[in-house]
């Protein structure tokens, strides 16, 4: 069953047209005689088109994002050199003991 309700009517009722909703009516919000909202059960299908890859999708698409590279060996350079685990165990305690005096 389709309703309209106004905001007031919606605010001071929320529960009671939840439960509607969730028993399959569907709700037309109107502020001031005019629809601006309408509200019904979350499907399946509607939750499945916005998955987190499409939004991310979006983002690369518009600008917004840019993906990193792949996480796979070949693509990083090979470090120029490497340190010991001595002296980069030391470095972290410093870090470390360094935060824990603020």
Do not use: F, W
Not at 14 to 42: F, K, N, P, T
Not at 69 to 98: C, F, G, Q, W
């Amino acid at each position: 069953m389709m309703q309209t309700v106004n905001i007031r009517a919606l605010k001071d009722k929320l529960s009671s047209y939840l439960q509607c909703v969730q028993h399959g009516d569907v709700l037309l919000i109107s502020d001031r005689g005019r629809v601006v909202a309408e509200m019904r059960s979350v499907t399946l299908s509607a939750v499945a088109i916005d998955t987190q890859g499409m939004r991310v999708a979006r983002l690369v698409e518009t600008g917004a994002l840019r993906r990193g590279l792949a996480n796979a060996p070949e693509v990083y350079a090979p470090a120029s050199h490497r340190m010991k685990d001595e002296a980069i165990d030391a470095a972290l305690a410093a870090v470390r003991t360094e935060s824990l005096e603020r």
